[in-house]
């Protein structure tokens, strides 16, 4: 099975910013996509951002497109999420995941535990 581990949260003032990790071992990485999703607290889990397996083609949800950047690194098995200028709505619990395409929770199949991101105002 795939594991995934996310790592780079924490506690940042609006305007801030955080690069979150997500490290992957097991089975093939490479050749799947790779998404960042959130949950806050009462709320449903929701598409953050997504990368091709190649990496050569990214997608964000319209709440973070130009403040987030999705990348990875297939030599490291590494996806990474770079947060600029972060608003208090950002704050919730970032989870990385192995998928294939979409932005649905329910099209990827390996989840990692999930990093806390608090932007306070």
């Known amino acids: ?20 990790s997500c490290a992957a071992s097991g089975r093939t990485f490479s050749s799947y ?5 959130r949950q806050a607290p009462g709320k449903e889990r929701e598409f953050v951002a997504g990368v091709s397996w190649s990496g050569g083609r990214t997608h964000y ?10 990348s990875r690194d297939n030599a490291k098995n590494t996806v990474y999420l770079q947060m600029n200028s972060l608003k208090p709505e950002d704050t919730a619990v970032y989870y990385c995941a192995r998928g294939s395409s979409g932005t649905e929770p329910a099209h990827y199949d390996y989840w990692g535990q999930g990093t806390q991101v608090t932007v306070s105002s």
């Open 1 to 20: 099975q795939v594991q995934l581990v996310e790592s780079g949260g924490g506690l940042v003032q609006a305007g801030g910013s955080l690069r979150l």
């Open 33 to 37: 996509a790779m998404g960042w999703f």
């Open 61 to 70: 949800a319209d709440s973070v497109k130009g403040r987030f950047t999705i």
